[in-house]
């Protein structure tokens, strides 16, 4: 597997497109900060660290809004881009992070100080490689 986060990702979004409740991604490191900050921002509804046969995977509880039709269900995250990839990085300093959907929207981005939102990148003044959009 050449780009794991965009794994996470799509399964992410296969698992919004089926209604899942959860949905499994294998662990790492940066996948396990990415999900606190979609925790974080209310993206999804939780996320867990567990381990099965000695391989650790995240468990990530899919949050769901309702819609005008009372049986309808519709994902909080409405779309979920990678920006960054191994082919082509992106780097930005925290003048140039953009605001997605003007403020409505989060970047993630991977900076010294660990995986931060583009809202807590640019209060603490620093930059880094944007990682993603989430709306």
Partial sequence: MTD????????????????????????????EA?????AEEGYIS????M?????????????????????QQKGVISYLTRISRPGKRVYKDYLS?????????????STSKGILTDARARAEKIGGEIIAYVG
């Fill in 4 to 31: 794991p986060i965009a794994d996470m990702f799509v399964r992410i979004k296969n698992a919004l497109n089926m209604k899942s409740e959860t949905v499994d991604v294998p662990h790492s490191k940066i996948k």
């Fill in 34 to 38: 990415i999900a606190r900050v979609l």
């Fill in 46 to 49: 939780k996320f867990d660290v």
């Fill in 51 to 71: 381990a099965k046969m000695n391989k650790k995977f995240i468990r990530i509880g899919i949050k769901y809004k309702k819609s005008k039709n009372r049986n």
């Fill in 97 to 109: 992070i953009p605001k997605i959907q003007g403020g409505f929207g989060t970047a993630i981005i």
